[in-house]
């Protein structure tokens, strides 16, 4: 049920992450600066929403405990902004559209934080073991992916399909208003059994003392976080590794169409390995964190699958990949996704865990329980990075002199070169400054169980000033 929700989450990566700037740059043709412009700043504005929602939702005293209240006011929001945001008014200009672009996407980081935000920090406090998270923290990987598969499907497979008209379906303006209400629906249906199935575990959960929070105690409970080592280790780090993660977001549509020429159906094909991929992931996640401890664990991980996120367009650049249409470019580019997909996912499972255990380690040294900051500040580092790898694509596009409504057949073969070039050199490099800075990373097995003491003699302590003298 935790895992469940972070089908929204897989399905808007997948669409907003993977087309929207295709759609609003080439079908309704806002320039693609713009279109970057505007989806980089709604992720550096949302990021800074996110401290609100954590810090209220680590503070706050209701029926439904702390996070409840927000994951459920998120369900509507959600379903309507992420509808309006496919289906701009008819005849707008284009600046009309960079507007409207960017107020609906907008309100619907916002209203997608506010299930993240206090969804994900459930998790430290339903699994505080250094394995059992990664396990759990396998689940909601896996049924992330699994979310996405479903989106890329539902777009992709059934309302991207290929036309006469349009022999490349992505093109196809025409589907992408009911793709929208479908995926909405998804998002919406998932969140609300998530909620109801986690609805239980509220009354177990930690209740905070009363206290009123003041800006400046928030600021200084920030920088205490930031004041922890092997956080800005996991900050630095994880923004390394999010920029390249977030430029082939942005940039796969661009290859799959204009580089290898595949139709829709081949892209959905490409997309939905995830299902596979995902809980094959969720088990090599566990089984390589129990051998190797998760940092080292982390670092195999993420190295082999960087061989086969670049491998299809480094053949491609070396004029050895078969060309558009022939019979073993499909079957090489699956498997390719499929054996990235895999180690991808398991090595952000294993990541992920990693930060999580930073709460305790903080927790340990201030006595202050505070999931939802310690992994707001960490997602904030990985909005704005994730929000400058948003308005890069479109700086690489116009680069390289990227045509607006360009057809396959008839571009020019030096700009995908170009482009593709760049984006190699640029995701291996920091990909590799990111596989540096892990390596500092020192919480181990042995440190979590020492922090793990460290709160239980706290609690302890705690509980016997509590008792009075006549008790």
Same mark, same amino acid.
């Given at each position: 049920?935790?895992g469940l929700?972070?089908?929204?989450?897989?399905?808007?990566?997948?669409?907003v992450?993977?087309?929207?700037?295709?759609y609003?740059?080439?079908?309704?043709?806002?320039?693609?600066?713009?279109?970057?412009?505007?989806?980089?700043?709604?992720?550096?504005?949302?990021?800074?929403?996110?401290?609100?929602?954590?810090?209220?939702?680590?503070?706050?005293?209701?029926?439904?405990?702390?996070?409840?209240?927000?994951?459920?006011?998120?369900?509507?929001?959600?379903?309507?902004?992420?509808?309006?945001?496919?289906?701009?008014?008819?005849?707008?200009?284009s600046?009309?559209?960079?507007?409207?672009?960017?107020?609906?996407?907008?309100?619907?980081?916002?209203?997608?934080?506010?299930?993240?935000?206090?969804?994900?920090?459930?998790?430290?406090?339903?699994?505080?073991?250094?394995?059992?998270?990664?396990?759990?923290?396998?689940?909601?990987?896996?049924?992330?992916?699994?979310?996405?598969?479903?989106?890329?499907?539902?777009?992709?497979?059934?309302?991207?399909?290929?036309?006469?008209?349009?022999?490349?379906?992505?093109?196809?303006?025409?589907?992408?208003?009911?793709?929208?209400?479908?995926?909405?629906?998804?998002?919406?249906?998932?969140n609300?059994?998530?909620?109801?199935?986690?609805?239980?575990?509220?009354?177990q959960?930690?209740r905070?003392?009363?206290?009123?929070?003041?800006?400046?105690?928030?600021?200084?409970?920030?920088?205490?976080?930031?004041?922890?080592?092997?956080?800005r280790?996991?900050?630095?780090?994880?923004?390394?590794?999010?920029?390249?993660?977030?430029?082939?977001?942005g940039l796969?549509?661009?290859?799959n169409?204009?580089?290898?020429?595949?139709?829709?159906?081949?892209?959905?094909?490409?997309?939905a390995?995830?299902?596979?991929?995902a809980?094959?992931?969720?088990?090599?996640?566990?089984?390589?964190?129990?051998?190797?401890?998760?940092? &080292?664990?982390?670092? $195999?991980?993420?190295?082999?699958? #960087? *061989?086969?996120?670049?491998?299809? =367009?480094? !053949?491609w %650049? @070396?004029?050895?990949?078969?060309?558009?249409?022939?019979?073993?470019?499909?079957?090489?580019?699956?498997?390719?996704?499929?054996?990235?997909?895999?180690?991808?996912?398991?090595?952000?499972?294993?990541?992920?865990?990693?930060?999580?255990?930073?709460v305790?380690?903080? &927790?340990?040294?201030? $006595?202050?329980?505070?999931?939802? #900051? *310690?992994?707001?500040?960490?997602? =904030?580092? !990985?909005? %704005? @990075?994730?929000?400058?790898?948003?308005?890069?694509?479109?700086?690489?596009?116009?680069?390289?002199?990227?045509?607006v409504g360009?057809?396959?057949?008839?571009?020019?073969?030096a700009?995908?070169?170009?482009?593709?070039?760049?984006?190699?050199?640029?995701s291996?490099?920091?990909?590799?400054? $990111?596989?540096l800075?892990?390596? #500092?990373f020192?919480?181990?097995l042995?440190?979590?169980?020492?922090?793990?003491?460290?709160?239980?003699?706290?609690?302890?302590?705690?509980?016997?000033?509590?008792?009075?003298?006549?008790?």
């Open positions: 049920m935790f929700g972070s089908v929204e989450d897989g399905s808007q990566l997948i669409v992450g993977g087309i929207l700037l295709l609003y740059s080439q079908i309704l043709g806002v320039p693609v600066r713009l279109v970057s412009l505007a989806l980089g700043v709604s992720l550096f504005v949302d990021a800074f929403f996110d401290l609100l929602v954590a810090q209220i939702s680590d503070n706050l005293r209701s029926r439904l405990g702390r996070r409840h209240p927000f994951m459920y006011a998120s369900i509507l929001p959600v379903g309507i902004s992420f509808i309006a945001l496919w289906t701009p008014p008819a005849g707008l200009t600046n009309q559209l960079f507007v409207w672009l960017f107020v609906t996407v907008t309100i619907f980081r916002f209203s997608h934080s506010l299930y993240m935000v206090p969804s994900g920090a459930l998790l430290p406090e339903i699994a505080q073991g250094y394995h059992d998270r990664t396990q759990m923290f396998g689940f909601r990987y896996t049924l992330g992916a699994v979310g996405g598969a479903i989106a890329a499907i539902l777009a992709y497979g059934v309302f991207l399909r290929k036309t006469p008209e349009f022999p490349q379906g992505q093109l196809n303006p025409a589907g992408y208003p009911p793709m929208a209400v479908a995926v909405a629906i998804l998002m919406m249906t998932t609300l059994i998530s909620n109801v199935g986690t609805h239980s575990r509220i009354s959960l930690y905070p003392p009363r206290r009123r929070v003041r800006l400046a105690e928030v600021a200084g409970e920030v920088i205490t976080i930031f004041a922890n080592r092997n956080f280790i996991a900050v630095l780090g994880g923004i390394l590794a999010a920029v390249p993660t977030a430029l082939a977001a796969s549509i661009y290859f169409t204009f580089i290898f020429g595949l139709p829709s159906r081949s892209v959905a094909m490409l997309v390995t995830q299902a596979i991929s809980p094959i992931g969720f088990a090599l996640a566990a089984a390589v964190s129990i051998r190797l401890q998760k940092r &080292q664990g982390y670092l $195999a991980l993420y190295g082999a699958s #960087l *061989v086969f996120v670049h491998g299809p =367009l480094v !053949l %650049l @070396a004029g050895l990949m078969p060309g558009s249409g022939e019979p073993l470019l499909l079957p090489i580019l699956i498997l390719a996704h499929a054996f990235a997909g895999v180690l991808g996912i398991a090595a952000s499972i294993v990541n992920t865990s990693m930060i999580a255990d930073v305790e380690e903080n &927790q340990a040294k201030t $006595a202050r329980r505070s999931e939802g #900051l *310690v992994l707001f500040s960490d997602r =904030l580092m !990985l909005k %704005l @990075a994730n929000g400058l790898a948003t308005i890069l694509p479109g700086l690489m596009l116009a680069l390289v002199h990227f045509p360009a057809e396959p057949a008839s571009l020019d073969p700009v995908m070169r170009d482009l593709a070039l760049i984006y190699v050199g640029l291996l490099a920091l990909s590799a400054c $990111a596989m800075t892990w390596r #500092l020192r919480i181990d042995a440190a979590h169980e020492r922090n793990l003491a460290t709160i239980a003699a706290q609690e302890t302590q705690g509980s016997s000033m509590d008792i009075s003298p006549n008790s």
